[in-house]
């Protein structure tokens, strides 16, 4: 549940940064470059994370309700496919739009 809540601070501190420096540099191409590479290691990290939540576990914990765990990991893995979609998708506005 830590990995969440980092990966929630994270994706909007770095969404924040990729528009900051998008805005203020004018698009230049080093910054076009710099926001690709963080966009990129968004998506790489969400996918790690989201293929954990999907993933069955091999041992259930007894002290927990089976049925609010995997409630949860469903919940923390769309939300991690949605930070995808939204990276994907100010990759191809970053790569399209022209300068």
Do not use: E, H, Q, W
């Not at 770095?14 to 230049?28: I, M």
């Not at 969400?46 to 069955?56: E, G, I, K, N």
Request: proline share 4%; aromatic share 12%; charged share 10%.
């Amino acid at each position: 549940m830590l990995f969440a809540a980092v990966d929630i601070v994270g994706g909007l501190l770095v969404f924040a940064a990729v528009g900051v420096t998008y805005a203020l540099f004018n698009a230049n191409l080093d910054v076009r470059i710099f926001d690709l590479m963080l966009l990129a290691v968004i998506i790489f990290i969400s996918l790690r994370l989201a293929y954990r939540c999907f993933r069955p576990s091999s041992s259930p914990d007894p002290l927990y309700n089976v049925s609010v765990v995997k409630l949860s990991s469903i919940l923390a893995g769309s939300y991690y496919i949605l930070l995808i979609a939204a990276a994907l998708y100010a990759l191809v506005m970053i790569i399209a739009m022209p300068s």
